[in-house]
């Protein structure tokens, strides 16, 4: 089976509002696509719709944050992350507000809106930032309990959403994000496999080949961007050597980095060089005008690539033979 998060989140929001009469939300002219409609039918006072004005819509949900509310804010990631931007990082982080910015539309399955529309900068905007905390899950019930996680947390928030439909890898009411920021999916020792965001079936059947190879590849789904679960990415790191990182966003300043950046420098026993990082993800350039399969095909988000580029830099000498097995 599979959801779409926005809608999750869209019915979330609206069960938190009848628990908590603090719970405010604000979007920018795009109900019907950020699926905040529902809560504006049902708390038509706690609903602000700021029209196409972002940068303003922002530094209202400061001032109402700044009266004691939680506030969410919907809008499509290219329009939170990069037009408003500056209202995020100097009227809400900070002073550690309690607003929650929930960006849909990410990455480049916007599809045939284009580049301009497809945000492949947000995550290293946004992990930039002091305070903000990053989460971008996986599925129906992460996203449930990233938006639970982000009405309890105190100071700012970036939950990060797709436009496309994604399968529901984990059963109804089995995350809870204050016990847990990352989750072993499957075990290996050859390298590990870890991802944010939508890639959960992506990764079952980059495992699966690997496994009909003799291989096995340990799958780790990590949402938590910030703060990033370096206690678990040191431990795969010092047990399968090979860390992939999988995410549908720039190879610059994303997930990928926040990685390196967690490795770079640590000393594992027995690996004098340390880890290596192979980092999957949206090259250095903009996205293109096209069917979201199509795309995510382009950028390189298939299991043959991947389990190619696994196979690359564990038994290079391999790659041949595999590439014809996989074909």
Do not use: W
Not at 175 to 192: C, H, M, P, W
């Amino acid at each position: 089976m599979k959801s779409m998060l926005r809608r999750i989140y869209g019915n979330e929001i609206v069960e938190l509002a009848c628990e908590n009469d603090k719970v405010i939300v604000l979007d920018g002219d795009l109900t019907t696509s950020t699926k905040t409609a529902d809560f504006a039918k049902k708390f038509p006072e706690r609903f602000f719709n700021c029209g196409i004005a972002e940068q303003n819509m922002v530094s209202v949900a400061a001032g109402l944050a700044s009266a004691g509310n939680i506030v969410f804010v919907s809008s499509f990631a290219m329009f939170l992350a990069g037009r408003a931007y500056d209202q995020i990082r100097n009227n809400v982080a900070y002073t550690n507000l309690n607003v929650k910015f929930i960006a849909t539309h990410a990455g480049i399955s916007v599809g045939q809106d284009g580049a301009t529309h497809q945000c492949v900068e947000d995550i290293s905007l946004m992990r930039a930032i002091p305070k903000m905390t990053v989460i971008v899950p996986s599925d129906a019930e992460q996203t449930r309990a990233a938006v639970r996680y982000a009405a309890a947390h105190e100071g700012p928030v970036y939950i990060r959403l797709g436009r496309v439909s994604t399968k529901d890898c984990y059963s109804e009411k089995s995350i809870n994000f204050a016990l847990k920021k990352s989750f072993l999916r499957k075990e290996g020792d050859i390298a590990t496999l870890v991802y944010c965001g939508p890639f959960c079936e992506l990764a079952e059947q980059v495992s699966d080949i690997m496994a009909n190879l003799g291989l096995a590849v340990r799958v780790v789904d990590m949402p938590f961007v910030k703060p990033l679960d370096e206690r678990e990415v040191l431990r795969c790191a010092e047990d399968t050597g090979l860390l992939v990182t999988l995410e549908e966003h720039s190879v610059l300043g994303g997930f990928g980095g926040a990685v390196c950046e967690c490795v770079s420098g640590a000393k594992l026993s027995g690996r004098r060089n340390g880890p290596e990082v192979l980092r999957i993800g949206v090259p250095d350039m903009f996205g293109k005008s096209g069917r979201p399969e199509e795309l995510m095909s382009l950028y390189g988000f298939t299991a043959k690539n991947i389990v190619l580029q696994i196979i690359s830099a564990c038994m290079p000498e391999y790659v041949n033979d595999i590439s014809q097995f996989l074909t």
